[in-house]
């Protein structure tokens, strides 16, 4: 093959890097999210008995920021109830069962069956009983204003209508229920294009669905922690 052969093929050189660079974005950076759940749920399957490990989920941590400050918003009010939306392997579900001192349920949901079943199921000694279920996020098999709490962390970014989702949250919660999302921050977010993510958006638009108490908390390098609480109209008229 002379000269003029090998320059023909050589634009595949570039061609080539541009696939894989685009295979790395959606399968890695991204996680699947571009390419649809059931994509998502699949890849999360694949690696869900190595997922804390990957992580390098700390318990004191996990209970430090959101165990112990849940616990201490739901002291008083049992039997109460939480939602944890992409509970993936139970990290609230631990962290909460470990802050708190009277009893209370918590419901796991998830797309990745797979991730569900690494969460600790709780012997019968356990203050938190567990229950178990695949479901979608941006829609929800749970009755309206039926729980007390909803968190959902690292996850709102895969969700391709992220604001849908925000609204089945709200939904499900009761009248000045609480709201712990996990928002995504930093140089990361250039990964999930079009997403509900990067500092300010996921505030503004709680506030725009008339969320109130909307705090921001310093979380990881990542991730912001967003605190919000639904309006109680009950609340005001016996003021």
């Not at 399968?27 to 699949?42: I, M, P, Q, R």
């Not at 869900?48 to 739901?74: I, M, S, T």
């Not at 990290?91 to 802050?99: D, K, N, P, Q």
């Amino acid at each position: 093959m002379g000269l003029t052969g090998i320059w023909r093929w050589l634009w595949l050189i570039p061609l080539a890097g541009v696939i894989v660079g685009l295979l790395y974005w959606l399968l890695v950076l991204s996680e699947g999210t571009y390419l649809g759940k059931s994509t998502v749920a699949w890849l999360y399957d694949r690696y869900a008995k190595r997922y804390d490990r990957v992580k390098r989920v700390r318990a004191y941590y996990e209970q430090r920021f959101v165990g112990l400050p849940l616990a201490e918003w739901l002291a008083g009010r049992a039997p109460w109830r939480v939602l944890d939306v992409a509970a993936g392997t139970g990290r609230v579900a631990t962290a909460l069962a470990a802050s708190i001192d009277e009893p209370g349920v918590l419901v796991a949901v998830d797309h990745a069956v797979g991730m569900l079943e690494q969460t600790p199921r709780r012997g019968a000694d356990s203050l938190l009983a567990v229950c178990y279920a695949q479901q979608d996020a941006e829609h929800l098999g749970i009755a309206s204003e039926s729980v007390d709490a909803v968190t959902c962390l690292e996850a709102l970014e895969f969700m391709p209508h992220g604001k849908t989702a925000v609204r089945e949250f709200l939904r499900v919660l009761k009248p000045g229920g609480m709201l712990l999302v996990s928002n995504r921050i930093g140089h990361d977010c250039w990964y999930f294009l079009g997403r509900l993510c990067k500092r300010g958006r996921l505030e503004a638009y709680l506030q725009e669905l008339g969320m109130e108490q909307v705090r921001r908390q310093d979380w990881q390098v990542f991730y912001d922690l967003v605190w919000a609480f639904k309006p109680n109209p009950n609340r005001l008229e016996t003021q």
